[in-house]
């Protein structure tokens, strides 16, 4: 009888440090959620509907990357509210642009332009080049979902860029590297050290790489080369700054 008595006993006093957790946590979330409504944070930016992105230009799109690099320099990012983002985005997509950009894993292509949810087309490849593949993907974002701006993203201290250079064989990353060669072949007019171990050489190739690359999209795909013809679209370069998170447009 006793055990009982001190299980039954045991059980009420458990139950009762639970109910006190969860009332310390509720307290505690209705506190953070004041602190926000004080201070009237909102959350600016939600899924471009598919008449907002109709009415979008290529260059209010260039000028709206801009912006977005801006507050990321500034670390004044915009607030997201992810999980209202999420479940919107499942209506549709209707994004602004498709960036191609290196894999380089310091450059987080939505966070270097405080975009979010629904905002970008993303296709990534060492080296920022283009193959059929990725032209492929340029025609899906532009002329199937309507974006108005291919933006090719090249970016300071490339390690593609520097092994292409090197001339480097290693699996499948010497055909790779055989895509970014053209530009090495396209920047022997600079003047100085031309290895990888020269910085600015390796910007010269890097920029050239963008440039050429931009060429071949406009060589290699006929729709895209049309739609820009028509100023549906822009295709365009710049250069990711590692030092200060600047986008500069080439
Ligand atoms: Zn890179």
Do not use: W
């Not at 109910?19 to 930016?45: D, G």
């Not at 290196?102 to 080296?127: Q, T």
């Not at 690359?213 to 729709?223: E, F």
């Amino acid at each position: 009888m006793k055990k009982r008595f001190l299980i039954v006993v045991l059980a009420i006093t458990l139950l009762s440090l639970n109910v006190a957790c969860q009332n310390k946590e509720s307290k505690e979330v209705k506190a953070v959620e004041t602190k926000l409504n004080e201070k009237q944070i909102p959350l600016k930016e939600r899924v471009l509907t598919a008449a907002e992105q109709k009415a979008l230009t290529p260059e209010s799109v260039i000028q709206r990357l801009k912006e977005g690099n801006k507050r990321f320099m500034k670390n004044d990012l915009t607030l997201r509210d992810n999980s209202a983002l999420v479940r919107d985005a499942t209506e549709g997509q209707y994004p602004k642009a498709v960036i191609l950009s290196c894999v380089d894993s310091r450059i987080p292509v939505e966070d270097v332009f405080n975009k979010g949810i629904g905002d970008l087309f993303v296709a990534r490849v060492a080296g920022n080049f283009v193959n059929e593949d990725i032209l492929g993907s340029m025609e899906f974002g532009c002329k199937v979902s309507g974006a108005k701006l291919i933006l090719v993203l090249g970016h300071e201290s490339c390690g593609a860029i520097k092994s292409a250079i090197d001339d480097v064989k290693l699996g499948n990353i010497t055909a790779m590297l055989a895509k970014i060669k053209p530009a090495i072949a396209g920047s022997q007019d600079f003047a100085g050290d031309k290895t990888s171990k020269n910085d600015d050489f390796v910007d010269a190739v890097a920029k050239k790489n963008v440039l050429l690359t931009i060429q071949n999209i406009k060589d290699k795909s006929p729709i895209l080369k049309e739609m820009a013809e028509k100023g549906e679209i822009k295709i365009v370069g710049a250069y990711y700054d590692l030092h200060s998170g600047e986008v500069i447009f080439l």
